[in-house]
Every structure is written in C-alpha cells, then in structure tokens.
C-alpha cells in the first residue's frame, strides 16, 4: 500500500483530482446522481454545495466570453460598434442565446442601418423585453444613448 502522508498538500490535491475525475466522472449539464441529488461537472453537488461568488464570476467571464466570440465571428456590423452598444449586443446574446438573438429581424436592420433609436425602441418590442423588464429597458436606454 502507498503510503498517503505527504508533506505537500498540492500532491495530495493532486491525487484526489485525478482518481475523482476518473470515478466520478465529467458531466456536462445537471443531472440526479444515484441518491436524486442534482450534480454537475466532477460530482459537484448542487443541492449543497452549489458554487460560490468566485467560481460564478469565472463561469460568468467565461460565458462572457463565448458570447463576445460568438458576436464577433457572426456578426459582420458588430464589430462597427462602439465598445458600448457591442456590450449591449454581447448581453442579449448571453441572456438568451445567438439563436433566439437572430429573431430580432427589425431590430438587426437598424442597427445595420445605424438607427440606433429605433433600434432600441424595437428592443422593447418583444416577448423578451416583457420576460426581462427593467433589464430590457436599461439595456434599451444604453443602446440608444450609446452610455452607460
């Protein structure tokens, strides 16, 4: 038998890391683990545990960034954008995905045509902004005034 009485406790992570990825193995979405507690990832129990501030902040920077990226490399007159209105954009795609974000037909062309109070009038023009509420009406202002 290894014997387990490391002076480091980075080897010791080490270890456990790398047996519990094996055993518990990686799961993307949430699921009930064999007991019916709802589980992520490397068995990271939700129920009790769930996540704390700073692992949210890295998973939201991290979801931040798909979003720009996807913005970015999809959208031919994002990038023409001051830095302002591409972080209202970025928003909406975060909140509720590229997919839907392409459904604002009328909204896309004003901004493509640079009418950017309409624009942020036609934002307030969907399910979405009755779904999100202030969140939508804030978003709405920042995009017309082009500040935050």
Do not use: H
């Not at 980075?10 to 009930?32: A, C, H, V, W």
């Not at 890295?58 to 979003?67: F, G, M, R």
């Not at 995905?97 to 493509?112: C, P, S, V």
């Amino acid at each position: 038998m290894q014997d387990l009485s490391f002076s480091s406790a980075n080897k010791l992570e080490e270890i456990l890391t790398d047996r519990l990825m094996i055993s518990e193995g990686f799961r993307q979405f949430p699921y009930k683990d064999s007991v019916g507690i709802l589980t992520i990832g490397y068995g990271r129990n939700l129920a009790e545990v769930g996540v704390n501030k700073e692992e949210a902040k890295y998973l939201l920077i991290n979801d931040l960034k798909t979003a720009i990226l996807i913005c970015r490399s999809k959208l031919d007159w994002f990038n023409e954008l001051d830095l302002i209105r591409q972080s209202v954009i970025a928003d909406m795609v975060f909140n509720m995905g590229f997919n839907r974000f392409l459904k604002f037909k009328k909204f896309i062309n004003f901004i493509i045509d640079k009418d950017y109070a309409n624009a942020s009038k036609e934002m307030l023009n969907s399910l979405w902004a009755t779904q999100v509420k202030g969140r939508a009406t804030n978003l709405s202002r920042i995009f017309k005034d082009g500040k935050i």
